[in-house]
Every structure is written in structure tokens, then in C-alpha cells.
């Protein structure tokens, strides 16, 4: 598994690159343990067999925030079976629920990607 380092603000995540045709998995089936989220190609997502509440933060080519949503396992309440998506990304951050405040990430911020 490839791991990246993405810098936030002042914190730095440990996350899955799963850029590419990893990005057809992405955090399916994951325990998340020894990392914090995965970067996938796409702007969007579904939920199946994600163990974990996510927050999202959508990015265009350049790795600058189009959106942020919070993001919620698939369960057998319909209101869960939802595609998380923004037409302008390229890119959607996954990360678990709670490790960012996303209050402080502002939609034109950008996110620094280190490998």
C-alpha cells in the first residue's frame, strides 16, 4: 500500500494513495489502521463496506478544496445509500470523521500533498 503524507493547516495525515484504478476500492473494507484516509481519482463517492464515518474534502487538479461533506457508511436505512459528489473536483481526500476541524478548511484552500 502506498502511503502519502497530506498537510492540513498544521496537522499532517498519513493517507492511502489510491489514485488511479485503486480508486475503484478506496477505503472498502479498511480497518484504517496506521492511516488517516486515502486520496482517490473522481468526484465521487459511495459508501459500501466503509466501516467509518468520513469527512470529504473535494479537490481540483491542483489540490485546492471545492467542497467538504460529511460522509456516512451505507447501513439498511435508505438515508444512508448516497453518492457524495462535486462536479468541479478531480479529487476527493477521504478522512476519518473528527481528525480535521473542517470548519477551518476553507473552500480555496489548498492541500499539500508530500510522497
Known amino acids: 500500500m502506498a502511503l502519502i503524507i497530506v498537510k492540513i493547516g498544521k496537522k499532517s495525515l498519513q493517507i492511502k ?15 484504517m489502521k496506521n492511516i488517516d484516509g486515502a486520496l482517490i481519482s473522481g468526484n465521487s463517492i459511495w459508501m ?3 466501516k467509518h464515518n468520513l469527512d470529504l474534502f473535494f479537490l481540483d487538479k491542483n489540490f485546492y478544496v471545492t467542497s467538504k461533506q460529511k ?3 451505507i447501513r439498511i436505512k435508505r438515508k444512508t ?3 457524495y459528489y462535486d462536479p468541479n473536483a478531480r479529487y476527493c481526500l477521504e478522512i476519518k470523521h473528527g481528525l480535521i476541524d473542517m470548519e477551518k478548511i476553507k473552500i480555496g484552500q489548498k492541500i499539500e500533498i508530500r510522497h
Open 71 to 73: 460522509a456516512v457508511p
Open 48 to 50: 459500501p463496506f466503509v
Open 17 to 31: 494513495d489510491c489514485r488511479g484504478l485503486k480508486s475503484i476500492k478506496g477505503l472498502m473494507f479498511s480497518k
Open 81 to 83: 445509500w448516497k453518492i
